[in-house]
């Protein structure tokens, strides 16, 4: 069975040798880009519903309270 010798780092997708001595340390970076990667979908259905949430009539009194929490008057 054939075996790379660079493997993909299972938490930030970097190619790591894996004949090397050296140990592989993510790079915070590179760590948040790929696990932002793998969240992608998530993160555009959550602005769907974040969208949808603030059309209701809940929604819509907790942007009127947060608005008026921003301008201090609560
Ligand atoms: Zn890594």
């Given at each position: 069975?054939?075996?790379?010798?660079?493997?993909?780092?299972?938490?930030?997708g970097?190619?790591?040798?894996?004949?090397?001595?050296?140990?592989?340390?993510?790079?915070p970076?590179?760590?948040?880009?790929?696990?932002?990667?793998?969240?992608?979908?998530?993160?555009?259905?959550?602005?769907?519903?974040?969208?949808?949430?603030?059309?209701?009539s809940?929604?819509?009194?907790?942007?009127?309270?947060?608005?008026?929490?921003?301008?201090?008057?609560?």
């Amino acid at each position: 069975m054939f075996h790379s010798r660079y493997l993909p780092c299972p938490d930030c997708g970097a190619s790591v040798d894996r004949a090397g001595d050296s140990q592989h340390d993510c790079s915070p970076e590179r760590l948040a880009d790929y696990q932002l990667f793998g969240l992608r979908d998530e993160v555009a259905e959550l602005e769907t519903r974040v969208r949808d949430y603030l059309r209701t009539s809940a929604g819509r009194f907790d942007a009127w309270l947060a608005a008026r929490q921003v301008r201090g008057e609560a």
